[in-house]
Structure formats: structure tokens, C-alpha cells
């Protein structure tokens, strides 16, 4: 009976280390589709199939990654909608500083094992 209790223990641990890797990863994945716009879908993907299964700590960095998508996803069109303007250059640059700090926030609560303090916010 004790080994079986040792043994879930650790099952519960490792699944807890594969969640949060798999959130790291989906960080990545946001940063990277600055280049490549299909690892940004791939991203906000893993974030759904995973947020139900998460603790509630890593549940709010999957929050904060799934609105990280969409509002980014929102700022992005109205920049490429603004670049028959000059100031849509400048739209686009700020996306890519707004989309950097934003990752590397969530990934300094991820390492911390700390919840996301503002998962539902629009900035940083």
C-alpha cells in the first residue's frame, strides 16, 4: 500500500511539471509566431486543451495566454488595416513590443510558480 501512495504522488508531480512546460511552451510558441503565424494558432490551441486539467495557479497563465491571442490578434488587424498609413509601422512595432512583454512577464510568474496577477488584463 505504501508504494502505490509513492507512486501516485510522483504520477501527480510529473503532471504537474508536464503542464507547466506545456505552458512555457505555448509562451514560446506566442513569441516565435512573430516569424511564423502558424506556431501563434498551434499555441492558443494547447492553451484550450489544457486549461481544464490545470491547477488553478497554472489556469490563470492559460487565461492570460488564450486573451493574449485574441487582443493581439485584434491589435494586429487594426495595424495591418493602418498600414496603407504611416502610422500602421508604428501600430506593428508596438504589437511586437506589447506580444515580447507579455510573454516574458508570464513566463517570469511561470518560473516563480506563481499564478499570473492579472490574467484578464489588455496591457501588460
Known amino acids: 500500500m505504501n508504494q502505490k501512495g509513492e507512486g501516485m504522488s510522483e504520477t501527480v508531480v510529473e503532471h504537474r511539471r508536464s503542464t ?12 516565435v509566431s512573430m516569424v511564423f503565424a502558424l506556431t501563434g494558432i498551434v499555441g492558443i ?14 489556469k490563470s497563465h492559460y487565461r492570460f495566454q488564450i486573451r493574449t491571442f485574441w487582443i493581439g ?19 506593428l512595432l508596438v504589437w511586437v513590443i506589447w506580444l515580447i512583454v507579455r510573454c516574458a512577464k508570464g513566463l517570469k510568474y ?3 510558480k506563481q499564478p499570473h496577477p492579472k490574467p484578464t488584463g489588455w496591457f501588460f
Open 110 to 112: 511561470l518560473d516563480q
Open 45 to 58: 490551441v494547447v492553451a484550450y486543451v489544457n486549461i481544464d486539467d490545470a491547477p488553478d495557479w497554472l
Open 20 to 31: 507547466e512546460g506545456t505552458a512555457k511552451l505555448v509562451y514560446i510558441l506566442y513569441i
Open 73 to 91: 490578434g485584434l491589435y494586429l488587424i487594426i495595424s495591418v488595416l493602418f498600414l496603407l498609413v504611416v502610422i500602421g509601422y508604428f501600430m
